[in-house]
């Protein structure tokens, strides 16, 4: 008797129906205060931003003038935090490869290259954001070394043991972070430098509070522990040696953002309160590959 050949494991999606929606919400994403931000000066950042703000823009008393201040000043703060995770990548050159995990629509790539030469593979599960960081890159003249691809960061087919350092920002919390790590560690070589910023609960205060909730079913993700993420790194080989707390650091960005009447997305407040009660805590955490 002959069976037909069973078909079914060759068409399984690449994506879970979870990683289908993430994707459809960053499709058709466009916040004003994801897109005007960038439009300063073509560096798209879809993370927060951190250190002190420059108040004084709330005292302006024209409007349009207002609204343009507030929007470069949180840029400026988004663009604060991309430099301080590139400054923790170690000591690249030109030749070396750096990924991009979660790219966004791509500023962290960019950021990287124009601080170390560096090629950079950017991956996002949304098709438009590659398509608009690729334009970008292309618009650059970088498009030689810095790349997008529309792919899973979990299962990239990139070459393994080939990058010299590799990131997530604000990107974790939307994968199960074994999956993430074993993947980095596969393409990280020994020695490799792997960063991560991220909001994380914090396990002192017990389990996630209403506001990490709140947030979870805001973006559609699902934020971890603080514990979970030495837990994950110790098991794929990733050894932290850098860790950082910067609630107190992310609070000012969020102060402002609430006031900015035409950027605000309706969540700020419950970042604040999630910070300020204690529940959730903004990280970052450099880890070496050996
Ligand atoms: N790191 C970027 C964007 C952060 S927003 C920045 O700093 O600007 C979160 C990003 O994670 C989005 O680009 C989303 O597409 C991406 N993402 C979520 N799950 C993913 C997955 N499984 N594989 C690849 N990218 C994913």
């Known amino acids: 008797m002959t069976f037909a050949p069973d078909t079914r494991t060759a068409t399984l999606p690449t994506q879970s129906t979870y990683q289908n929606r993430v994707a459809d ?26 250190g002190e703000a420059d108040w004084t823009v709330l005292q302006e008393d024209d409007p349009e003038l207002r609204r343009a201040r507030l929007t470069a000043e949180l840029h400026r703060l988004e663009h604060a935090q991309a430099e301080l995770l590139a400054g923790y990548l170690g000591r690249l050159t030109p030749q070396d490869r750096v990924f991009d995990a979660g ?17 950079a593979d950017g991956v996002t599960i949304s098709a438009k954001q590659a398509e608009f960081a690729g334009a970008q890159a292309r618009k650059r003249g970088i498009d030689d070394k810095v790349r997008y691809h529309h792919r899973n960061m979990l299962d990239t087919g990139f070459e393994t043991g080939a990058y010299a350092a590799s990131w997530n920002n604000e990107s974790t919390m939307y994968v199960e972070l074994d999956l993430l790590f074993a993947e980095h560690s596969r393409l990280l070589r020994r020695g490799g430098r792997y ?23 805001h973006y559609i993700c699902d934020i971890h522990p603080r514990s979970e993420y030495f837990r994950a790194m110790a098991r794929n080989r990733l050894v932290p040696v850098h860790v950082a707390d910067l609630t107190e650091a992310a609070i000012p960005y969020w102060e402002l953002r609430r006031q900015a009447d035409h950027l ?18 903004y990280l970052l955490i450099a880890a070496d590959r050996v």
Request: glycine share 14%; hydrophobic share 30%.
């Open 264 to 281: 605000v997305t309706g969540i700020e407040d419950t970042f604040l309160d999630a910070y300020r009660n204690g529940s959730f805590q």
């Open 103 to 119: 790219c966004g629509r791509g500023g962290g790539s960019v950021t990287a290259h124009l601080r170390y030469g560096c090629h």
């Open 25 to 50: 919400y960053w499709n058709a994403e466009e916040n004003p205060v994801n897109l005007e931000l960038g439009r300063v000066d073509d560096l798209y950042h879809h993370h927060y931003g951190i």
């Open 195 to 217: 960063v991560t910023i991220t909001g994380c609960y914090n396990d002192t205060y017990g389990r996630a509070s209403r506001e990490v909730s709140l947030i979870n079913a």
